[in-house]
């Protein structure tokens, strides 16, 4: 499919990158950009933009050994307040939408895996507008899309009405979806689609090659697979554990064929019939093991989901006598977090990368199919209630949150 011709915002921040990319960022100065502050203390923090003349309000968790100590929704009178802000972060958006993942119903239970430390705003998406700016990529009333990066995990999130983070890390909005769109696709959904393109760019998917499988259908991930590969022509084969009471919704989305669960035992029997072209696999556990078992020779299985386990049952027989390939993919594209790289080539990288996977989004998943997907819009205030659905596996597709919305 030939490229679309990028939105004005879009050509505007690619211009930008290459300045940016010869070095002049990293805490360098840039014409009209003081250097980005490396703590709040001092006189730095003197400097710090007040946030609002009015309150706002956050979710704020704490945790201590895994286990849940408080969480709450907090007012602030200025985001310097929050627990975990970015001495980097050079932009404040007022957030308008952000949405619910794995890893939030995780955080949200106090659980340690996905967080470096409590206590913590939650939220790893976010979409809204700039409201103010230190950096020259952006100006007050961009309207932008946040994902990856660990916010919500290393530093403050999208669960706030405020959120201050670091310009490098914002994409503008594309021009197809509105912010809310944004978040209906939001992790989950970018991360689809990098699944594809990096089964694409591996050479192992192709129209007319057979069923291409996708595990954890009726989750975020899963979803938008499931949307992008009907969307592009592929036969699209979902598995569900709840293939009964979903079959319908995943038809609507492109599914030409729903099952259950994938079953097969990819240790005791690691060669099995010749099922999938490619994988999609959004689970992981033991169904990832089968599924490289029962992919065709030369196919490749694309690997995100750790929601069935983390453990991978399976032996080396796909790879070596099949020809069999196991691709992670990891949506985070992190850029200056803690233990992470600054170098501004990675970065100029991952931005551009970034704003591929969202023009193809905009190309290949459908709004007939975002809109099948998003399942409700919920207020702060019901955050809690519907991680614990999302835990419990009781969600299908996507869930947004809606920061102007308050319980009736």
């Known amino acids: 499919m030939a490229p679309l011709a990028p939105s004005r915002r879009l050509a505007r921040v690619v211009a930008q990158l290459q ?31 007040s946030s609002s003349l009015h309150s706002f309000r956050a979710w704020v968790v704490d945790a201590e050994k895994g286990k849940l100590k408080a969480r709450e929704i907090r007012n602030f009178r200025d985001i310097r307040e929050l627990p975990q802000q970015d001495p980097h972060a050079s932009v404040t958006v007022r957030v308008k939408y952000s949405d619910l993942n794995y890893k939030d119903a995780m955080i949200m239970q106090g659980q340690h895996g996905v967080v470096r430390s409590f206590p913590i705003v939650p939220g790893i998406d976010m979409s809204g507008v700039v409201e103010q ?29 405020l959120c201050r983070v670091q310009a490098e890390w914002l994409a503008p909005k594309p021009e197809t979806f509105s912010l809310e769109d944004c978040m209906v696709v939001g992790t989950a959904g970018f991360t689809a689609m990098q699944m594809v393109m990096e089964l694409e760019e591996a050479g192992r ?28 022509g ?46 999609l696999d959004c689970a992981g556990g033991p169904g990832l093991g089968a599924a490289l078992a029962q992919t065709k020779l030369r196919g490749a299985v694309a690997c995100v989901g750790v929601a069935a386990g983390g453990s991978l049952d399976a032996t080396v027989y796909p790879f070596v006598l099949r020809g069999v390939r196991l691709l992670g993919v990891d949506s985070t594209l992190p850029w200056r977090c803690a233990g992470m790289g600054d170098d501004p080539s990675e970065w100029q990288r991952n931005r551009q990368y970034r704003l591929e996977v969202w023009r193809r989004l905009e190309c290949n998943l459908p709004i007939k199919a975002l809109r099948e997907m998003h399942e409700a819009s919920i207020p702060l205030e019901e955050i809690p209630a519907w991680c614990d659905k999302f835990a419990g596996g009781q969600v299908r597709g996507r869930v947004v949150v809606d920061l102007a919305k308050r319980l009736s």
């Not at 300045?19 to 502050?37: D, V």
């Not at 490396?38 to 003197?46: C, I, K, P, V």
């Open 133 to 161: 700016s230190d950096s020259p990529l952006w100006k007050p009333g961009d309207e932008v899309v946040l994902t990856g990066n660990k916010i919500g995990q290393h530093v403050d999130g999208g669960f706030s009405e």
């Open 19 to 49: 300045p940016l990319a010869a070095g002049q960022c990293c805490g360098q100065s840039l014409p009209g950009h003081a250097p980005l502050r490396r703590s709040l203390s001092g006189a730095a923090a003197a400097a710090a933009p």
């Open 205 to 232: 998917l192709a129209v007319g090659q057979g069923p291409v499988l996708v595990t954890g259908a009726a989750g975020g991930v899963g979803s938008a697979a499931v949307a992008i590969l009907a969307s592009l």
């Open 234 to 279: 592929y036969e699209v084969v979902a598995s569900s554990g709840r293939s009964a009471e979903l079959g319908d919704y995943l038809r609507r989305l492109g599914a030409s064929d729903v099952i259950g669960r994938i079953e097969g035992d990819g240790i005791k029997k690691p060669l099995q019939d010749q099922r999938w072209a490619a994988v």
